[in-house]
């Protein structure tokens, strides 16, 4: 007797009437409520998206600052009511 092979795929844990792939997707549509994903999955991606923002956080502190809206301390400018040279 041959093992199984392992697999991570929902569709082989599903006991429906044929088996087939058809039937599965069909009965996954009919069914929302009872196709979930495993605890083990939302908790690795719940992980994963922690680092992800912990990175672009670590990225936004390291970089330059940049003055996008400079304050005007010096009355030089024309709209300033300054004489322009």
Do not use: F
């Not at 939302?42 to 809206?69: D, F, M, S, V, Y």
């Amino acid at each position: 007797m041959t093992r199984r092979k392992k697999t991570r795929s929902l569709a082989d844990k599903v006991q429906i009437r044929t088996g087939r792939r058809k039937d599965y997707k069909q009965w996954r549509h009919e069914n929302p409520d009872q196709v979930v994903s495993s605890t083990r999955y939302t908790q690795k991606k719940r992980q994963q998206r922690k680092l992800q923002a912990a990175r672009k956080q670590a990225r936004q502190e390291q970089g330059q600052e940049i003055a996008i809206h400079p304050e005007r301390d010096g009355g030089e400018g024309p709209e300033q009511g300054g004489t322009p040279s």
